[in-house]
């Protein structure tokens, strides 16, 4: 990102001082500094180079900017436009669509190389309309302009058509979309309730505009990691998804099954401002989900079968097939692993895994390897 200071920080040797992991927050330790300077068009340019001899991790809870708005302050934004009745199902409706625009906004980090992180989530109701869509872009107005930007490593898009765009440079993909229901989102929001009138809430939108945006900034600062111990659950939550799945037998939209968990899981600890992602994180992101997509098939007629949603292609079906082989000989799942063993074109095995991901019957664990899901 673009620095105000103009100076590069530079390791001479990698055998000394290791390159830090992508995305996270460290503390350089710099040993030597030297100034360049270039002419261009008749002025000076100076860059200030600093030469790190090591680093080291830091909480960004050390540095956060904000802390004027906590977690329930800025959920609190994210209502600002419900009409908050007190009958015990509009409350309970309208705090799982703040949850759901809140884990959008704070998104979720990159967990593997080969896929981003991020929260695509689709906006749908009964009735739905363009107001509609126009009271979530408004509130979604939190993410800053610039991360509207596909050249930035947050990339954020609101989408009235089926395509799916995923920016090389960005390392984090979020996009909502307006009723469309032909492509794999994480997590529904159902609009099914009452709004209050633009007018009504316009000044205080504005007015906590900026200590929302500062709360979802700081946020971003955190790359909450899967442990190998709390692995366990989360594969057992993928199973807790494919049930509440196939026990639908139809949905209102096309559910991403194998990476929901993960990506749920580490969006609440961002929301916690955490840095390890707890079992209380996987709880809360599990059982948000099943309750919006069960909202989701209250409000909207649930058109599409789940064998017809998730028909495998023939590529998917060998790759499949391959995997489960290569399991039972103790070959370790892995993409590099796939591709040096199967029958099918090298370019054809990403997308087969990708749509065997969103399907559910695979999943990618913290340690980059592929679990399969036996149903």
Same mark, same amino acid.
């Given at each position: 990102m673009n620095d105000p200071r103009n100076e590069i920080y530079v390791i001479r040797d990698r055998r000394t001082c290791d390159l830090p992991p992508k995305g996270q927050l460290i503390e350089a330790t710099v040993s030597e500094t030297e100034r360049f300077d270039e002419v261009e068009k008749n002025e000076v340019h100076s860059t200030l180079i600093k030469y790190m001899s090591g680093w080291q991790f830091v909480d960004p809870n050390k540095i956060r900017s904000?802390?004027?708005?906590?977690?329930?302050?800025?959920?609190?934004?994210?209502?600002i436009p419900f009409a908050k009745k007190s009958s015990k199902e509009e409350k309970?409706? #309208?705090?799982?669509?703040?949850?759901?625009?809140?884990?959008?906004?704070?998104?979720?980090?990159?967990?593997?190389?080969f896929e981003p992180g991020g929260i695509n989530t689709i906006v749908m109701g009964k009735d739905i309309g363009r107001s509609d869509w126009n009271i979530f872009k408004r509130v979604a107005n939190v993410v800053p302009k610039e991360f509207r930007n596909s050249t930035y490593p947050?990339?954020?898009?609101?989408?009235?058509?089926?395509?799916?765009?995923?920016?090389?440079?960005?390392t984090e993909v979020n996009l909502a979309y307006f009723n469309i229901k032909e492509v794999p989102i994480h997590i529904p929001m159902p609009f099914d309730v009452e709004f209050r009138s633009y007018l009504s809430y316009k000044d205080e939108l504005i007015d906590s505009l900026p200590l929302a945006r500062g709360f979802m900034l700081d946020a971003l600062l955190f790359q909450p990691q899967i442990s190998d111990k709390l692995q366990r659950r989360i594969d057992e939550a993928m199973y807790f998804v494919m049930e509440e799945i196939i026990h639908a037998d139809a949905l209102p939209y096309q559910q991403d099954i194998g990476s929901v968990i993960p990506k749920l899981t580490t969006a609440f600890a961002r929301l916690d401002t955490q840095t390890?992602?707890?079992?209380?994180?996987?709880?809360?992101?599990?059982?948000? #989900?099943?309750?919006?997509?069960?909202?989701?098939?209250?409000?909207?007629?649930?058109?599409?079968?789940?064998?017809?949603l998730y028909r495998q292609t023939p590529y998917e079906v060998r790759v499949l097939g391959e995997l489960k082989e290569l399991n039972e000989t103790g070959v370790i799942l892995t993409i590099e692993n796939i591709k040096?063993?199967?029958?099918?074109?090298? #370019?054809e095995?990403?997308?087969?895994?990708?749509?065997?991901?969103?399907?559910?019957?695979?999943?990618?664990?913290?340690d980059g390897t592929i679990g399969i899901i036996e149903f």
């Open positions: 904000n802390r004027l708005l906590n977690k329930e302050e800025f959920l609190d934004y994210m209502a309970y409706f #309208w705090e799982h669509i703040a949850f759901a625009m809140g884990l959008y906004c704070v998104s979720s980090p990159q967990l593997f190389d947050n990339f954020y898009k609101s989408l009235e058509t089926p395509e799916q765009p995923c920016p090389v440079n960005s390890n992602v707890t079992l209380e994180n996987l709880n809360e992101g599990k059982f948000l #989900w099943a309750d919006l997509m069960t909202q989701t098939k209250f409000v909207v007629t649930a058109t599409v079968d789940i064998d017809e040096k063993h199967t029958k099918i074109p090298e #370019w095995v990403e997308k087969a895994l990708k749509k065997l991901s969103t399907s559910g019957y695979i999943y990618y664990r913290c």
